[in-house]
Each structure stands twice: as C-alpha cells, then as structure tokens.
C-alpha cells in the first residue's frame, strides 16, 4: 500500500445529475482508471516531468446535461495543478468491461487537455482497461443539484464554465 504522499493524482469525483442520485458503478470504474494511471511509472515519470507534485483531478458526471468538452477549468495552486473536467454518464446497462473502457478513455482526454494546456511531453501508451475490483471501497461524492434555467437556455443543455470551476468549492 503506497502513503498518501506518492499519490500524484488526486481524484475528486462529483455528480450533477438532477435527480441526486450518483452513479456509483460509473464513478467506481472512474476512480478505478485515474488509480491505474497514478500507480503506472510510465505515466508516473511523465507527470515528473511537468514539475508539478501532483494533480487535484475534478470529474463532475452530468447525465444528459454533458458540458460541451474537451472544456474545463485548469489552474495551478502552488505546486499542484487543479483541473475540473464535466463527463459524460455511459448508457444505462452498460457492464464493467464498458464502463472500464468509458472512464479509462475519459481519464486520458482529460489528461490530453491537460497535456495541450501545460505544453507538456506527449501522454504515454493507456495501460489497458480493466473493471474496477468487486470489492472497491465507497467512493466518496460531491453531490450538487442543478439550479433551474431558463427554458430558452435547457436545449444547450451544459454547465456553464463557472459552475464547473465553483463545483468542490
């Protein structure tokens, strides 16, 4: 078990679904990709090279309301990079093998809009997608309800850029 301190990613997982309720498979498979990619030297040694100690890596789930992407809200506090990202929910049913290879594929666009917004090295090879373990831990949740828009605006159906960067405070 590795200390808190190797950790170079460092996941905060939300949901803005307007019923409340989070998708724990999707955010389960979610955490499971951003872990596999914190723990593989490859990606490891290309994170070294940004000199940054570490990344606080947002990921708000939307339901049908997916931000229009790649977008987010990427800044730098200290010696840490914070980006918030919006992700799209997988279509309901989908098994582990799906929701593995969604969020894997989500986690490295995130990291590409990263990587183009630092002028960083290339991202190295994804390590392949595998369902997250049956016995994995309650990931924890920022729940946040939507607030009512417009009707005029609902068809754009996104959060705007500051919802997104206000999302974990």
Request: include cysteine.
């Amino acid at each position: 078990m590795r200390n808190m301190d190797e950790f170079w990613i460092h996941p905060r997982l939300g949901t803005a679904t307007r019923d409340g309720h989070a998708p724990r498979h999707y955010l389960v498979a979610l955490q499971h990709a951003v872990q596999t990619l914190d723990a593989d030297p490859h990606w490891q040694r290309w994170w070294h090279g940004s000199g940054l100690h570490g990344c606080e890596l947002g990921i708000v789930t939307e339901g049908r309301l997916d931000h229009l992407r790649p977008s987010a809200d990427i800044h730098r506090v200290d010696d840490l990079l914070r980006a918030n990202f919006t992700c799209e929910l997988p279509p309901a049913g989908a098994g582990p093998d799906e929701l593995a290879r969604r969020a894997t594929t989500e986690v490295r666009t995130m990291f590409e809009v990263i990587r183009e917004a630092m002028a960083l090295a290339d991202l190295p090879p994804t390590p392949d997608p595998s369902p997250a373990p049956g016995d994995a831990d309650e990931v924890p949740v920022t729940a946040k309800s939507l607030p009512s828009i417009p009707r005029e605006l609902e068809q754009q159906g996104y959060l705007t850029l500051t919802q997104v960067q206000d999302f974990f405070g």
